[in-house]
């Protein structure tokens, strides 16, 4: 019997111009960022000469959602899903991935708050040769992580290796947002879906290996977020991780 790792893959030297590729993005009041973004997600989408929509799943009350719908207003990949009442980052992505076109061939997500360098896209999707799903990996960086403080570092390198412990992972960055993964992938798991907040990331990756799909990294930069405030709760993540773990079977 096949596993589901075992699905075919299109090459993309010889048909890149079909390819088809979903970008979901989670926007919880970014108006200080989603501007330039934006602007250079589209420019790195448009570099590949590939078919793409972008799906932003929106919460918050600041004017990203006004900022959104004027983008959406002048280019028709773009489709936005405005939720009033907060849903947190587990159900956004949720609901982000239940809205991917299912004739795509990858799924792409990534930060919104420009901690993810738009332009290393290209890399991470020419992996897909190689798995189901691509890692962009922070611990591999050149030197731009360490410039976060020295209390972050710690417990974003606590959680892996608890994480890759627990659950026997080969990926160095289980809890790395920048990812793409093949549709078949995250049509397999999205409906089993049950974090609340961060430790979403983590579950993805671990219920796509737990299923036999292929995980494979890619070095990115990794950098400040240059304007707007974290929305990182590290007490919300911790209990949300420590839930994960006994709802995973463990």
Known sequence: MMLESEV????LESS??????????MLYNEEEVIDEFSARLIR?????????????????????LQKVTELAK?????????????LGLGKA????????????????TMDSDLNHDP???????????????????????????????????MVSASTNWV?????????????????????????????ELVSKNFEVTAELLIRASKKGFSITEVPITFT????????????????GYVVLLFRLGL
């Open 74 to 86: 002048g280019n028709p990949r773009i489709r936005l899903d405005y939720n009033v009442k907060r």
């Open 16 to 25: 890149s111009t079909f390819l088809k590729i979903s970008t979901v993005i």
């Open 8 to 11: 075919h893959h299109r090459p």
């Open 224 to 239: 400040r977020r240059p304007r707007g405030t974290s929305k990182l709760s590290f007490v919300k993540s911790g209990v």
């Open 119 to 153: 332009e290393e896209i290209q890399r991470l999707l020419e992996a897909t040769k190689e798995a189901d799903v691509v890692v962009g990996s922070r611990s591999k960086t050149r030197g731009l992580v360490q410039e976060l403080p020295w209390f972050k570092r």
């Open 44 to 64: 790195a989408l448009d570099s590949l000469h590939a078919d793409y929509e972008i799906i932003f799943v929106i919460e918050g009350t600041d004017s990203t």
């Open 163 to 191: 994480l890759r412990s627990a659950f026997k992972m080969s990926s160095s960055d289980i809890t790395s947002g920048f990812r793409i993964y093949s549709t078949k992938a995250v049509e397999s798991v999205r409906d």
């Open 93 to 108: 992505t949720k609901k982000g991935l239940s809205l991917v076109n299912p004739d795509s061939d990858y799924v792409l």
